[in-house]
């Protein structure tokens, strides 16, 4: 607490309101000097590795392994040998069993995997620890409850496991897109080869500990760490029936060209550029505290992040004022500080990725606020920013930026909010704000969105599907929609 006043005989005051620091503690977490691959249950020995580090610190964190491609088709292998052995024709209620189990135990180690998250990927502790760890082991809870339910999911369909499922995840929520992946592959009966990403992959490992905690079979679970390389290696696999990958547009085009023809199933879960919309009948407090997270939530890295702001023009002003107000008042720092609000951007690439396109938005004429902050001088930092003056042209209001930075533009009518808010290559996710039920349902049918909230942003639950429209990708993961990718029906 800040230092107190005392004048005269009166009470003390404060004489700032700054907060003290309030560090959690990294003691509870027991790094490994270096990792091995996790293959058939074991640790498999890499023949090349490389340092993964503390995005806000730099500090090097453990050697990693980068997996060949020899290496990748000896955990295919793992992973066929556990699907025949077994793991595909055990009773489902047993296959749950598993499930509920490895839920539990990342509830009960929930801590340690929340440290070690905002330690690898720079997100701040409050959100390791009240999203993503909560949501991870819910996903595993929702799909235990599925697998022995397969057959009233899919009446009349004969539901069976697909194979092998090679899950490619990205750097954003390391740990929660881990468990979107490899808890509904498991309820159907699959076994998984999982690559996560090069920056982030330390949970990724301890998971394997938990694995073995939960005495899951040998191979039924394999992961195989290493960089872009490692995932196309896992794409190129014919020992693999079903790629499942989140990530840039980009690499996902490039998956799907590259599966063409192969008979192998393929979900895409890629970029967003969402829209939230806010009208002039709203809660603007409400609405600025669902705009602020819809952008500064996990430093921006967030697929369905509400990186264009709509503000209807008789609000404008009042609304962007308040916007200012309030991101003065967030605190970017240390993201083991749990006062922290915006912590560091995951790499040096990423980085410089925000800075180029913060860069064309001045160039192309945009007016740039960003708040007071004093930035770390250590570690990837970047300044919550919002863009005015934006026009739809501008690479701001048309690229994925994946970091804290919002453009803000403006629209008259609901059929201009669509038209402006539809007018993008991606269709992830929209956020809507106003008081009107009718008008939420109007603008829903008409978004060109997977996932569309109404006066709230950035909500997920493992029962409602996710997944996008255009180039945001095709396949839903969540809720019954999720288990389809990991079935064939005969
Ligand atoms: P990538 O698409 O490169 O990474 C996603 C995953 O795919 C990572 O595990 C990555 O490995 C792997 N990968 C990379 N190349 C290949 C390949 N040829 N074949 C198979 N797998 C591959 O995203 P980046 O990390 O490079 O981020 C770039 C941009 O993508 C971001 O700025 C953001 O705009 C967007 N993005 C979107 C995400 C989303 O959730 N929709 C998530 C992450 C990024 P490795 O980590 O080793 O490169």
């Known amino acids: 607490m800040a230092e107190l006043d005392r004048k005269g005989g009166s009470p003390a005051v404060p004489a700032d309101w700054t907060y003290a620091p309030a560090p959690e503690s990294k003691d509870i977490v027991k790094l490994r000097e270096r990792y091995g691959l996790f293959v058939g249950g074991e640790w498999l020995e890499p023949t090349e590795s490389y340092e993964t580090i503390s995005p806000a610190t730099e500090e090097p964190l453990a050697m990693i392994g980068q997996a060949t491609k020899a290496d990748v088709e000896l955990a295919v292998a793992a992973a066929r040998a556990a699907f025949d052995d077994g793991w595909s024709s055990i009773p489902g209620s047993e296959r749950a069993k598993y499930l509920f189990r490895i839920a539990r135990i990342l509830q009960e180690r929930a801590r340690e995997f929340a440290v070690l998250e905002s330690m690898n990927g720079g997100k701040p502790i409050k959100e390791s620890r009240d999203v993503d760890l909560p949501l991870a082991a819910a996903h595993f809870f929702y799909y235990a409850g599925w697998a022995d339910k397969l057959e009233y999911a899919f009446p009349n369909r004969r539901p069976r496991p697909v194979g092998v499922a090679g899950q490619i995840i990205p750097w954003n929520f390391p740990l929660l897109m881990l468990a979107w992946k490899i808890a509904p592959a498991l309820a159907c009966g699959n076994t998984v080869v999982l690559k996560p990403a090069e920056t982030t992959p330390l ?22 760490t290493g960089d872009g390389r490692t995932g196309a290696a896992l794409v190129e696999s014919e020992g693999v029936d079903k790629i499942a990958f989140t990530g840039s547009t980009d690499v996902g085009k490039g998956i799907q060209r590259q599966l063409a023809g192969t008979g192998k199933k393929l979900t895409l879960e890629l970029g967003g550029k969402a829209a939230n919309i806010v009208f002039d009948d709203c809660a603007l407090d ?33 609304l962007v004022d308040k916007l200012k107000r309030r991101l003065e008042t967030l605190r970017v720092g240390d993201p083991l500080d749990k006062n922290t609000d915006v912590g560091a951007i995951n790499s040096s690439m990423q980085l410089e990725k925000i800075k180029e396109l913060v860069e064309s938005g001045r160039q ?11 930035l770390p001088e250590k570690g990837y930092w970047f300044a919550p920013t919002v863009f005015t003056n934006v ?32 007018n993008t290559p991606y269709g992830l ?17 008409r978004l060109r969105a997977g996932v569309v909230w109404a006066n709230t942003y950035n ?25 389809e990718p990991y079935l064939r029906f005969d």
């Open 391 to 422: 026009a739809q042209s501008y690479r701001i209001a048309q690229e994925e930026i994946f970091g804290p930075v919002l453009s803000v533009l403006t629209f008259r009518t609901p059929d201009e909010a669509i038209e402006k808010a539809n």
């Open 364 to 374: 192309e004429g945009a007016e740039i606020y960003q708040p007071p902050c004093r």
């Open 429 to 445: 996710s929209a956020g809507v704000w106003t008081e009107k039920g009718s008008r939420i349902l109007w603008m829903a049918q």
């Open 459 to 483: 909500r997920f639950d493992p029962t409602s599907p996710f997944g996008g429209y255009k180039e945001s990708g095709f396949g839903r993961e969540g809720g019954l929609h999720g288990l």
């Open 203 to 224: 949970t990724a490992l301890l998971f394997c500990d938990v694995l073995r905690q939960a005495e899951l079979p040998a191979g039924v679970v394999n992961i195989v």
């Open 286 to 318: 409400q609405a600025v505290e669902g705009i602020v997270n819809g952008i500064y939530f996990n430093q921006g890295h967030v697929c369905c992040a509400g990186s264009r702001l709509f503000a209807q023009e008789s609000i404008y002003e009042p």
